[in-house]
């Protein structure tokens, strides 16, 4: 396993945007995005990618740091 370093976030950013350390996505309920997804879709508020991680990704509930996958806090 790799060592990871995390930057500390700068002092102007929100700590409701940095990422929690062990967390992953099996943590997450990852039907209940798809649902969340498919509901903007049919209501015409969401035009980006399908699949969940993409989603999540894309809205930076997510970030990727090397082969790992970590959530942001709400």
Same mark, same amino acid.
């Given at each position: 396993? !790799?060592? #990871? /370093?995390? %930057?500390?976030?700068?002092? #102007? &950013?929100?700590?409701?945007? /940095?990422?929690? @350390?062990?967390? /992953?996505? *099996? #943590?997450? $309920?990852? $039907?209940?995005? !798809?649902?969340?997804?498919? &509901?903007?879709? *049919? +209501?015409? +508020?969401?035009?980006?990618?399908? !699949?969940?991680?993409? =989603? #999540?990704? @894309?809205?930076?509930? %997510? %970030? *990727?740091?090397? $082969?790992? !996958? =970590? *959530?942001? /806090?709400?």
């Amino acid at each position: 396993m !790799t060592n #990871l /370093s995390f %930057i500390d976030p700068p002092s #102007l &950013r929100s700590m409701d945007s /940095s990422p929690i @350390r062990g967390t /992953s996505l *099996e #943590l997450l $309920d990852m $039907d209940e995005v !798809t649902t969340h997804i498919d &509901r903007a879709v *049919e +209501r015409g +508020r969401y035009t980006g990618p399908a !699949t969940a991680k993409e =989603y #999540l990704l @894309r809205k930076q509930c %997510i %970030i *990727e740091v090397e $082969d790992a !996958t =970590y *959530e942001n /806090s709400p």
